[in-house]
């Protein structure tokens, strides 16, 4: 099966549809959790670029940011015998279903493509397994950026902050201006993205040994337990409705100017984007507090389950078509996050795209970019979990600082 050249050329994409309708029509059934309004806007591109090439989508959403939930019902539908054809998935997951012999290769039409040469490496560590390309990389995301109204910030001095100290300074004169500071939502993967941010904001060498390396004297250190303090101090910030709140609705009061900001990995630049504001008019874009210079990154990568030769070739076919590089561009400004191939230029993207494409860079050439924990680039699900559990329960009042840091050693021993 010669795909690749199929996939490259207009003559012979035609051929390729035509045996593609010869073979009943290829379709892919595709597993994900784009749901909100900026994530189905992406998701619309893929599913009309895929239409357009002759692949019929059938559509498998499970709602519930990050993915846990669509995750149970992957295992679920995994177990019944019956796996779809792609799946959406995130680092870690992919590499363990990869280990459980559930994948399917694309090698053949990564080898063809030299996917090599254009994915960056700390990407491939999680879309190849034993020498074989498992899963193709449509973006990449980063969780430790912050989201501001820009009239709001105005309102609160018109500094954008650069520090901790400088992001208090905010938060206090936009609680005194009547609106909400931080916009939240309490779901245990919207806590671990704050971690996240303030993990790292407290050192990269921090982060990476408390968090990558999970050293239990990292996990329980003096600057584990400030960690922990930083996380009340930020709570304070938001309103009194944040429990179970989903993330784009906290999106949403930043917007509509309910609220000042949002921690958020930038696929809530995706709901800005849907809103029709304009970066730099409406809302900003900055590093957590702190963190400028560095990149907690996460990619979406889909992953091809080990099914029948005929849906195969869609599935090649798609996962072609997730690697053509103005694809990536067309995707990428709808989504938020940036290409995952590192020859495509910026000329296209808002300054919050050119800025995630130029932060990126920078990070991988000074060893400054690492895996987000809280959307699976930086421990094992195991890991997550058990770090999500600390932190959310820290966070609704259960553990002071100093319990949480106990806590966190011990359930992260308990998970490894
Ligand atoms: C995914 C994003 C998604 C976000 C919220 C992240 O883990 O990488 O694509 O938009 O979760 O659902």
Redesign the pocket.
């Known amino acids: 099966m010669k795909l690749k050249f199929a996939l490259r050329t207009t003559a012979s994409a035609a051929v390729l549809c035509g045996a593609a309708s010869m073979a009943m029509a290829a379709e892919v059934e595709v597993l994900h959790?784009?749901t909100?309004g900026g994530?189905a806007a992406a998701l619309n591109v893929l599913k009309e670029d895929l239409e357009g090439k002759g692949v019929t989508w059938q559509d498998m959403p499970v709602a519930g940011?990050?993915?846990v939930e669509a995750m149970t019902v992957l295992r679920a539908r995994v177990t019944s015998g019956n796996p779809p054809t792609a799946v959406q998935m995130?680092g870690f997951d992919i590499k363990d279903w990869a280990a459980e012999g559930f994948l399917g290769d694309l090698s053949e039409v990564a080898d063809a493509e030299g996917w090599d040469a254009v994915v960056p490496p700390a990407l491939q560590e999680f879309s190849r397994y034993d020498g074989k390309w498992i899963a193709a990389p449509v973006n990449v995301?980063s969780t430790n950026w912050m989201w501001i109204n820009k009239a709001a910030l105005d309102a609160a001095g018109g500094e954008a902050p650069e520090t901790w100290e400088d992001l208090i300074v905010v938060l206090d004169a936009m609680k005194a201006n009547g609106i909400v500071p931080l916009a939240h939502g309490g779901q245990a993967w919207q806590d671990g993205t704050i971690f996240d941010s303030v993990v790292l904001g407290l050192g990269a060498d921090f982060y990476r040994t408390a968090i990558i390396e999970q050293d239990p004297e990292a996990l329980g250190s003096e600057m584990m337990v400030e960690a922990f303090k930083r996380m009340e101090v930020l709570r304070g910030y938001f309103d009194e409705n944040f429990s179970g709140r989903d993330?784009n609705l906290a999106s949403a009061m930043v917007i509509n100017g309910e609220a000042g900001m949002q921690a958020m990995?930038d696929?809530a630049k995706g709901e800005f984007v849907k809103a029709e504001q304009v970066p730099g008019e409406d809302f900003l874009c900055i590093r957590f507090p702190g963190t400028q210079g560095h990149v907690l990154f996460?990619s979406?990568q889909f992953a091809m389950f080990d099914v029948s030769d005929e849906k195969r070739e869609a599935q090649m076919m798609m996962a072609s078509a997730v690697m053509d590089p103005s694809f990536q561009v067309a995707f990428n400004l709808v989504?938020g996050s940036v290409p995952a191939r590192t020859d495509i230029p910026d000329t296209e993207f808002d300054m919050c795209g050119k800025k995630g494409m130029a932060d990126l860079a920078e990070a991988a050439a000074n060893g400054t970019l690492q895996g987000s924990m809280a959307?699976?680039h930086g421990a094992s699900s195991n890991i997550k979990s058990a770090i999500f559990d600390v932190v959310t329960a820290h966070l609704n009042g259960e553990y002071s600082a100093e319990e949480a840091a106990e806590e966190l050693v011990a359930a992260v021993e308990a998970a490894k």
């Open positions: 959790w784009w909100s994530e940011g990050s993915g995130l995301h993330w990995g696929w996460n979406d989504k959307h699976g």
